[in-house]
């Protein structure tokens, strides 16, 4: 009885080495893997309040969720949805699978209250994005002029 234990261990650890191995690179990948890019912050034109923009790239193949940020330059960032011209502030935002989630001005972004500093053109922000499946990803955020558009838009 005793040496059936280790052999049933054995079978058990085999299985599930096998069972892991089938979501591997034959079938795709079922992760997120998430890229940001297109990142900015125009001059705040308030001492106290700033906004945020940029566009995370999800690569693999389930999506996440944006679910906080935070940022050592205010007291608190919240994530900020705009539908039909009408802004609120929500808890998550999906990153879909092989998709984007894109943050630009007049839609999607980042609020930054509560500042603890003015941030000036030509500096960078530090910001980490938290989501609820991935890892944080920090962000060095360049402050643009207030007026700054992208060129190719995000």
């Keep these: 009885m005793r040496r059936t234990a280790p052999a049933a261990l054995l079978a058990v650890a085999l299985a599930a080495g096998l069972l892991a191995g089938c979501g591997g690179s034959g079938s795709g990948d079922v992760n997120a893997r998430l890229a940001v890019s297109s990142a900015y912050m125009p001059q705040p034109v308030s001492a106290s309040m700033a906004a945020g923009f940029l566009t995370i790239v999800n690569d693999g193949g389930a999506k996440d969720e944006l679910t ?78 207030a007026t700054y558009t992208p060129a190719t838009g995000h």
Excluded at 106 to 135: I, Y
């Design 68 to 145: 906080s940020v935070t940022s050592d330059i205010a007291g608190d960032v919240t994530v900020h949805e705009t539908v039909g011209g009408a802004m609120r502030e929500v808890q998550r935002l999906t990153v879909p699978a092989h998709g984007r989630l894109v943050l630009a001005s007049g839609g999607n972004h980042l609020m930054f209250e509560d500042l603890k500093r003015r941030p000036r053109q030509g500096q960078t922000v530090a910001v980490e994005l938290h989501f609820a499946a991935s890892g944080p990803v920090t962000v060095e955020m360049p402050v643009k002029p």
